[in-house]
Every structure is written in structure tokens, then in C-alpha cells.
Nanobody, 126 residues
Framework: QVQLVESGGGLVQAGGSLRLSCAASGRTFSSYTMGWFRQAPGNEREFVAA????????VNADSVKGRFTISRDNAKNTLFLQMNSLKPDDTAVYYC???????????????????WGQGTQVTVTS
């Protein structure tokens, strides 16, 4: 069982930056593939970024490539999402997700993930 708690969301102007964190409970964080997803009002939840458990392979959605960076600190059981050059279209509730193990290239589909956090709101104003 893994519990996930996101933090770091907030209100920021377009072009600004935010760093999201996801604190995970348990002693086997390093064995989990981790992902970030987001859901804007009226939209379905969508993939943002993911990082594998074994080699730290990262993948990003095309919409955030070059702007967002996913990383993890296994010693601190924490997942991060550094978001730069934010746009109003990035406004959403951001969720972190976890699944035990997984392939070298991490899952990008939400149904592959077992555990979810409660989400943190990110609002980008123009």
C-alpha cells in the first residue's frame, strides 16, 4: 500500500515556474514507477510525465516537453515536477500516481497506475 500526498501547487503568472512534490509513504518507493497527470475543468485526466523505477527513464507529454521536468529522490520518497514557462493551458489539478515496478519505458496510461494522490491545484493567469 502506498499513500501519495502532492504539494506545491498555487497561482502563478504565465511564464512563471512552480515545483510540485509528491511525498510517498512506505519503504519501497524506489520500486515504483511514478507519474504525473492533470485534469482541467471539463476535460478528462491526461498524462503529463512519468519516470521508471529501475533506471529513472523519463517520458513527457508533447504538450510539456522542454518546459516540465520529472525527477525523483528515492532517499526521500519524493517525486517532483519542475514546471517552467507555464501557460494558462497548464491550469489543472495535478495528480501523482504510482504503480509497482513496470517496464523500462514508464506507463503513460492512467489505468496502469494503482495508487493516486488527492491532487494539487495549479492556476496560471495570463
Amino acid at each position: 500500500q502506498v499513500q501519495l500526498v502532492e504539494s506545491g501547487g498555487g497561482l502563478v503568472q504565465a511564464g512563471g515556474s512552480l515545483r510540485l512534490s509528491c511525498a510517498a509513504s512506505g519503504r519501497t518507493f524506489s520500486s515504483y514507477t511514478m507519474g504525473w497527470f492533470r485534469q482541467a475543468p471539463g476535460n478528462e485526466r491526461e498524462f503529463v510525465a512519468a519516470i521508471s523505477w529501475a533506471h529513472g527513464t523519463a517520458v513527457n507529454a508533447d504538450s510539456v516537453k522542454g518546459r516540465f521536468t520529472i525527477s525523483r529522490d528515492n532517499a526521500k520518497n519524493t517525486l517532483f515536477l519542475q514546471m517552467n514557462s507555464l501557460k494558462p493551458d497548464d491550469t489543472a489539478v495535478y495528480y501523482c500516481a504510482a504503480v509497482a515496478f513496470g517496464p523500462v519505458n514508464p506507463f503513460t496510461r492512467e489505468e496502469r497506475y494503482t495508487y493516486w494522490g488527492q491532487g494539487t491545484q495549479v492556476t496560471v493567469t495570463s
